[in-house]
């Protein structure tokens, strides 16, 4: 099993800067990848990006490289997600995963953080 924990989320105006956090811990060693997905009220699960745990691989949602950066620090089992130039409709619930498979669907990834609000005022 592997526990997943974010923190980081809040309250920001538009234009502003959020990093969020993941920390990992337990059976870390079998995670291949891990992710960062977002959920606003009514829609459906987005993924966000990704990054391979050992090479640091990473892999962005086309509509948001550029103003999202994902990386990861083995020493310390966290993996981040620096948000710049927020926007409104970035609002959501932002989860992390991670599993032994890497992707842009959920499906990819078998355990789940329990999620951080962040919410971008216009």
């Known amino acids: 099993q592997v526990q997943l924990v974010e923190s980081g989320g809040g309250l920001v105006q538009a234009g502003g800067s959020l990093r969020l956090s993941c920390a990992a811990s337990?059976?870390?060693?079998?995670?291949?990848?891990m992710g960062w997905f977002r959920q606003a009220p009514g829609k459906e699960r987005e993924f966000v990006a990704s990054?391979?745990?050992?090479?640091?691989?990473?892999f962005y949602a086309g509509s948001l490289k550029g103003r999202f950066t994902i990386s990861r620090d083995n020493a310390k089992n966290t993996m981040y997600l620096q948000m710049n130039s927020l926007k409104p409709e970035d609002t959501a619930v932002y989860y992390c995963?991670?599993?032994?498979?890497?992707?842009?669907?959920?499906?990819?990834?078998?355990?789940w953080g329990q999620g951080t609000q962040v919410t971008v005022s216009s």
């Open positions: 990054i391979t745990w050992s090479s640091g691989f990473s």
């Open positions: 337990g059976r870390t060693f079998s995670m291949y990848a």
């Open positions: 995963a991670a599993g032994s498979l890497r992707g842009s669907s959920p499906h990819a990834y078998d355990y």
